[in-house]
């Protein structure tokens, strides 16, 4: 097609500006646009490029195109695989459209010279505004890092030709195409530079407003993102404590324990109502350990869970014999209880208490009774329990609060049927926190105790399928509102004899078998044992006796694997009488032995303390004086009566006595019961007391080898004593062969075994007539 030299192939660009003296590349793809850049190629490669007012419409047409376009020259064009041209232009100047010819294949037109008013010089003014847009450019820069260091250098250096500052800026600045259009069509550069200006303020505005935004959903998305960050780590902390997704899992946990027992309604009730409350809250919350805790305890307690019980008579006998000697009428007793407990309803089922001095095998006979019967075992001491939350549990609003010992015993016992232990119950308190002895009656009362309310756990708990047994040294310290609920089994304390064979049969195969050893190793012979028991402990029971056998295996251990030579042999070690201080050092045991000879003033009587029986000798001087009436060393209140007693007496039968009328004037008189004398003080001296006093006041001799027990009374009666089998025992041991005890005691005495009442001489007395005719020595024996 032939073209007038004003004539030019019209390219309509979308979304594009092309200035002078710049470069730009861009892709065509419509066909009159494909034809307008051959035609131009064809030719000198001129063409007219001109942006369209609408960059979406795909139509050219005249209303569609501004006023203003450019000259360019097509520099390069490059086919693409897609059918797509692109083609790079370089702009030579700007001129107006002028005619618009529409050929249908393609858009050619004529145009207008474009007039531009340049300045001749800068004037202060212009100069000004040059600056203050090259800071605007500056500060525009700094908001795009886009924009390369070389440009923006030029356009900051740039000082002489205010309308190419102002085409270069709007050349290289990233503004909307119609903004570009604007600079491109301002004739006056000065105009055109304020045109400059007047967009880079308003993009600066735009950019620090988006910068702001920016900013701000930054911070927020930071917060969003750390918590996030720390949400996933704690999720991580959890799973590496085990406590995997955190609380959810937990309460799944629990309920699942919770489907898999039989609790009562009332406790799946408020179990459900606190794993509710444990949803509600924050993991971290503070009360969820409490609830927690909460849950554990009552999750942990045995609900309707029994072990299967062995109602057999006959095998608890075998039990009870196996585990222990002698003990024959405790073993009668237990399984006689055992009987009752069977065919008597539970509400009448009596509740024994194992009375005895410590280590005679109270708490070994209960372990043997649940071993028999198929009961878990727990023991709960009750030594120093004062307080009746101890018993019952403190209330959940306490802090630390936790469920009493009833309910932890449980916890251990795992199951709903065990035999519990109520140790020491004698040793149990009382204060202003309220009376313990009132919550274990309902412990034990089986009219309430199927419905056992702990503080802690406040749901009502079924204790009526446990079988409760106590245990007390002696029956005065227990409460008196629970001995009346108790059927009291006495155990007394061992002769030596029992001892011995204890520690033969049964304590000396247990030390040997929990220090790994056998009979070969160890070999202990009946006379070591023999000196144990009367050189060594002084006890009612064995515990003693058990810790020296225990000690002794121990050494032979030691000796065995240091291959130590000990007495004469190596490893394997015997032990004898005569050797046995080898190993367990000097006798800690002194025996009181009697007199050799019958002494004025001195008389010896029997105590009895829950360490077993003992002697003890009271001394009484009398010297010429004033009547003062003294008595030292270990007396309590109960012996100063006794002594007043006596003196009464004494008195009162001065003729009798040979004495003068005013003797207790004329004479001071000093009692003294040695230091280390058995701890007790109890009525049971006063008959010692009375004799040593008329021995010392009449200067006659008591009998050394005999000994004597009875309360006396201020006319000279003597009452009855308790203990009656251990204190004939330390007489033996002593080597008294005469006793003196009250009359009253004869049916105690009947009861004895034979071989307690063997080789001693036992003298009963009504009166103190008859104690002083016995032990007084008139002539010496
Ligand atoms: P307690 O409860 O009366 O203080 P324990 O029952 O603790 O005494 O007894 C202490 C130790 O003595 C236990 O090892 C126990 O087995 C043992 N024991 C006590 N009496 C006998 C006995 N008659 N036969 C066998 N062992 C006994």
Redesign the pocket.
């Known amino acids: 097609m032939k073209k007038t030299p004003t004539e030019y192939p019209l390219l309509a660009l979308r979304g594009l500006v092309v200035f002078p003296k710049s470069s730009i590349s861009f892709d065509i793809a419509r066909p009159k646009s494909v034809t307008a850049l051959e035609t131009a190629l064809t030719n000198n490669k001129e063409i007219f490029a001109v942006s369209q007012l609408d960059a979406e419409n795909e139509e050219v047409s005249q209303s569609n195109l501004c006023k203003v376009g450019t000259i360019c020259k097509v520099t390069q064009v490059f086919r693409q695989p897609n059918g797509r041209i692109r083609v790079i232009v370089e702009g030579i100047k700007r001129a107006y459209l002028k005619e618009y010819i529409d050929s249908g294949e393609m858009v050619t037109c004529t145009i207008d010279e474009f007039e531009e008013f340049q300045v001749p010089r800068l004037s202060m003014e212009l100069t000004a505004l040059l600056r203050a847009t090259q800071e605007l450019f500056e500060e525009y820069a700094g908001y795009l890092a886009k924009l390369p260091a070389d440009v923006i250098f030029e356009i900051l250096t740039f000082s002489s030709n205010v309308g190419r500052l102002a085409d270069l800026i709007g050349i290289h600045s990233l503004i909307k195409y119609d903004e570009k259009q604007r600079i491109l069509e301002q004739p006056d550069e000065i105009q055109r530079l304020s045109v400059v200006n007047e967009i880079l303020s308003r993009e600066i505005e735009l950019l620090k407003m988006q910068k702001e935004i920016l900013e701000k959903v930054k911070t927020n998305m930071d917060k969003v993102q750390k918590d996030y960050y720390l949400r996933e780590q704690l999720k991580v902390i959890q799973e590496e404590l085990g406590e995997k997704d955190g609380l959810a899992q937990d309460v799944r946990e629990y309920r699942q324990r919770a489907e898999n027992m039989e609790l009562s309604e009332e406790a799946t009730k408020k179990l459900n109502k606190e794993l509710k409350r444990l949803e509600r809250i924050q993991a971290m919350a503070p009360e969820s350990g409490g609830i927690r805790d909460y849950v554990e305890h009552i999750l942990n307690v045995p609900w309707n869970k029994f072990t299967k019980e062995n109602k057999n008579l006959k095998n608890a006998r075998e039990v009870l014999d196996k ?5 024959e009428k405790v073993k009668e007793r237990m399984v006689e209880f055992l009987a009752v407990c069977q065919t008597a309803p539970k509400q009448n089922a009596p509740i024994i208490c ?1 009375v ?12 043997s009774v649940a071993k028999a019967l198929g009961r878990k075992y727990v023991r709960i001491s009750l030594g120093g329990v004062r307080d009746e939350a101890d018993i019952r549990g403190h209330r959940k609003t306490y802090i630390g609060a936790m469920p009493g010992r009833i309910l932890y015993a449980m916890q251990q016992a795992g199951y709903s049927n065990p035999l519990v232990l109520l ?1 020491e119950i004698d040793k149990m308190g009382n204060d202003f926190k309220g009376n313990p002895a009132a919550a274990l009656l309902e412990v034990l009362d089986a009219e309430q105790n199927h419905a056992f309310r702990d503080h802690y756990l406040e749901v009502p708990y079924d204790l009526s399928n446990c079988m409760f047994l106590c ?1 007390a ?1 002696t029956t005065e310290g227990i409460p008196p509102a629970l001995i009346d609920r108790l059927e009291i089994i006495k ?1 007394e304390s ?1 002769t030596d004899n ?1 001892k011995i ?2 520690a033969k ?3 000396l195969p ?1 030390q040997l078998e929990r220090h790994g050893i056998t009979k070969s190793d160890l070999k202990i012979k009946e006379s070591a044992i023999e000196a144990i028991v009367s050189d060594y402990t002084k006890e009612a ?3 003693r ?2 810790r020296h056998l225990g000690e002794l295996c121990r050494k032979s251990v030691k000796a065995k694997l240091l291959n130590e030579v000990i007495g004469e042999k190596k490893k394997a070690v015997t032990i004898t009488s005569e050797n046995i201080e080898l190993f367990l050092g000097n006798k800690k045991v002194k025996a009181d032995k009697i007199f050799k000879e019958p002494q004025v003033g001195i008389c010896r009587g029997l105590a009895w303390t829950s360490l077993g029986g003992d002697t003890l000798s009271i001394e009484v001087n009398s010297m010429t004086g004033r009547g003062n009436f003294e008595l030292t060393g270990n007396v309590g209140d109960v012996m100063k009566e006794s002594a007043k007693a006596a003196m009464s007496y004494i008195r009162a039968n001065y003729e009798k006595f040979g004495l003068s009328q005013n003797f207790y004037r004329v004479n001071d008189i000093h009692i003294h019961i040695p230091e280390g004398a058995v701890p007790k003080d109890g009525p049971s001296a006063g008959i010692t007391i009375a004799t040593a006093m008329v021995s010392a006041l009449t200067n006659v001799p008591v009998k050394n080898n005999i000994a004597m027990t009875g309360e006396i009374t201020i006319r000279g009666r003597v009452l009855p004593i308790g203990g009656l089998k251990e204190k004939i025992l330390a007489a033996k041991k002593a080597g008294v062969v005469k006793v003196i005890i009250p009359n009253d005691n004869a049916d105690d005495l009947n009861e004895l075994d034979e071989y307690v009442k063997k080789d001693i001489e036992i003298i009963l007395a009504k009166d103190m007539d008859k104690v002083l005719d016995c032990s007084l020595a008139k002539t010496k024996e």
């Open positions: 585990d222990h000697y002698g003990l194992l005895g001095p410590p280590g005679v095998g109270k708490t070994s006979i209960a372990k140790d245990t040294n155990l061992y029992e064979n204890i049969k049964f304590l247990k029971g064995v515990r006796l058990e």
